[in-house]
């Protein structure tokens, strides 16, 4: 069994959806069992998300141009592929209620003038909900016997509205129970990515590109072999090819280093897919929907040895460096805790920690977005600290970002922060702070944003990534 999940621009026009029904048609030849996982329309999630925005706001202007758009948008897609009369009025019928009931969720926003999360959950969701069925009908179009299903229905989540997380016996209980027929009978279950339930049955979402997520949870709540994300770049790069133009497709990867790497910023998969699939060892590839034929990047738990120390390297944005600094903080034990239990009750989430060994300072990065919240905390858990000068400041730092440099093979080789730091002296580019994993698969670096480019094109050309046997 394999489960194959496709992306927003793997299903963004008609001629993506051809595509997809000549993958899915292929693989149905190789594998009598074959669940396909879909995304929303490229942009449709988005939409939908800032018309509700707008809903909150007052403003009835962008859910109504929504509604139109997004009708014509499937519309369109249905027109050229789905031919036959009776399937094509059946999804009309489909979008029109589904995009009738947004508009009324929409409208029950702007009446309250308020967008909980658990709302946004089911409004988010509507852009899946109209995907599925569409490709479903495409599938039937090309001779693939298929039938959509509602991921509500099989994903059973916690209520963290926003990005929920799976309950997975239930979800396996009901994965066998709703997809084993529909397999069984040669039909591919055409799924919902990015939605679920809570057991009570409110509709959730897994958080933004979760829909991979939905494909890892399902293959392991159906012990599939292997797990396909198909997407619109040949695999994971080592570098992100529009900085680096020579950046070539990494063929193997573990599961550690793909998921230092998504956690970091590579977009090409949400950082939780990993998790299902490392526990039930599934096989994870990464696949190009626009070239087929390209073997994309393995996702494995040992991959064949490679002479790349280091594997890839990822850069995450829209950073803000938090430094607590003061010559009191020396010695004083609890500093570190207090710290971190302030981020924490800011709701924030640190991307990286680093303390000089004096003791004099500790930084740590979270996103831009969650400054002001985390810099307010730490100024009301510190204040006694600040009044007495034993800490001088709490200093964010804008515009910076992190640079990961990603490889499980770099534990225990040496000279690798010397080949980083020499490649960026060289190019006179200056490291705000540096942090490694005990896991050693990662050093991460912070730099400003204006070097950010130069910096990755350095750290690539001084470990060969771009030879494809480079001598790492
Ligand atoms: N459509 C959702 C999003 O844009 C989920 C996904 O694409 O994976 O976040
Ligand atoms: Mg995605």
């Known amino acids: 069994?394999?489960?194959?999940?496709?992306?927003?621009?793997?299903?963004?026009?008609?001629?993506?959806?051809?595509?997809?029904?000549?993958?899915?048609?292929?693989?149905?030849?190789?594998?009598?069992?074959?669940?396909?996982?879909?995304?929303?329309?490229?942009?449709?999630?988005?939409?939908?998300?800032?018309?509700?925005?707008?809903?909150?706001?007052?403003?009835?202007?962008?859910?109504?141009?929504?509604?139109?758009?997004l009708?014509?948008?499937?519309?369109?897609?249905?027109?050229?592929?789905?031919?036959?009369?009776?399937?094509?009025?059946?999804?009309?019928?489909?979008?029109?209620?589904?995009l009738a009931a947004f508009e009324r969720l929409c409208r029950s926003v702007e009446v309250l003038g308020e967008l909980t999360a658990r709302g946004l959950d089911v409004i988010s969701g509507t852009g899946e909900r109209l995907a599925a069925p569409l490709l479903a009908a495409v599938l039937r179009a090309n001779g693939v016997a298929a039938e959509w299903v509602d991921a509500s229905e099989i994903i059973v989540t916690s209520n963290h509205f926003g990005s929920a997380d799976p309950i997975m016996e239930p979800t396996a209980r009901h994965a066998k129970s709703r997809l084993s027929p529909l397999l069984q009978g040669g039909v591919v279950p055409v799924v919902t990515g990015f939605v679920g339930a809570t057991e009570e049955g409110i509709s959730t979402t897994l958080g933004r590109g979760g829909s991979d997520y939905s494909a890892a949870i399902l293959g392991a709540a159906l012990d599939a072999n292997?797990?396909?994300i198909w997407t619109d770049v040949n695999g994971i790069m080592t570098a992100d090819p529009r900085i680096v133009p020579t950046a070539r497709t990494i063929p193997e990867i573990s599961?550690?280093?793909?998921?230092?790497?998504?956690?970091?910023?590579?977009?090409?998969?949400?950082?939780?897919?990993?998790?299902?699939?490392?526990?039930?060892?599934?096989?994870?590839r990464v696949l190009n929907t626009f070239e087929p034929n390209h073997p994309g990047t393995s996702i494995v738990k040992e991959p064949k040895p490679s002479k790349d120390v280091a594997k890839a390297i990822s850069v995450i944005k829209g950073l803000t460096m938090?430094?607590?600094?003061?010559?009191?903080?020396?010695?004083?034990?609890?500093?570190?805790?207090?710290t971190f239990a302030a981020v924490a009750r800011a709701g924030a989430n640190v991307l990286m920690i680093s303390q000089s060994s004096s003791e004099q300072s500790i930084s740590f990065v979270i996103r831009e977005s969650e400054r002001d919240a985390v810099v307010a905390q730490?100024?009301?858990?510190m204040a006694r600290e600040l009044a007495s000068q034993h800490i001088d400041q709490v200093?964010?730092?804008?515009?910076?970002?992190?640079?990961?440099?990603?490889?499980?093979?770099?534990?225990?080789?040496?000279?690798?922060?010397?080949?980083?730091?020499?490649?960026?002296?060289?190019?006179?580019?200056?490291?705000i702070a540096i942090a490694q994993?005990?896991?050693?698969?990662?050093?991460?670096?912070?730099?400003?944003?204006?070097?950010?480019?130069?910096?990755?094109?350095?750290?690539?050309?001084?470990?060969?990534?771009?030879?494809?046997n480079g001598e790492g």
């Open 1 to 69: 069994m394999r489960v194959l999940k496709f992306g927003g621009t793997s299903v963004g026009s008609a001629d993506a959806f051809g595509q997809v029904a000549r993958i899915v048609a292929s693989a149905r030849q190789q594998d009598r069992e074959v669940i396909v996982v879909t995304s929303a329309m490229s942009g449709v999630t988005d939409i939908l998300i800032n018309a509700a925005k707008a809903a909150a706001a007052g403003d009835r202007r962008p859910y109504r141009e929504a509604r139109d758009e």
């Open 71 to 98: 009708m014509a948008k499937h519309q369109m897609v249905a027109g050229q592929l789905v031919n036959d009369g009776v399937e094509r009025a059946a999804l009309g019928r489909l979008f029109e209620s589904r």
């Open 226 to 228: 292997e797990v396909q």
């Open 255 to 284: 599961y550690i280093e793909a998921a230092e790497l998504a956690f970091y910023g590579a977009k090409v998969l949400h950082p939780k897919t990993i998790l299902p699939a490392v526990e039930r060892g599934i096989a994870l």
């Open 322 to 338: 938090v430094t607590v600094e003061g010559r009191g903080m020396l010695g004083v034990p609890g500093i570190a805790a207090r």
């Open 378 to 381: 730490l100024q009301g858990e």
């Open 395 to 431: 200093r964010p730092l804008d515009g910076i970002v992190i640079v990961a440099i990603v490889g499980a093979a770099m534990k225990g080789t040496p000279g690798i922060a010397a080949r980083i730091f020499g490649a960026l002296g060289e190019a006179e580019i200056n490291v």
């Open 437 to 468: 994993g005990s896991s050693e698969c990662n050093i991460s670096l912070v730099i400003a944003r204006g070097d950010a480019d130069e910096a990755v094109r350095k750290i690539h050309d001084a470990f060969r990534l771009s030879e494809a």
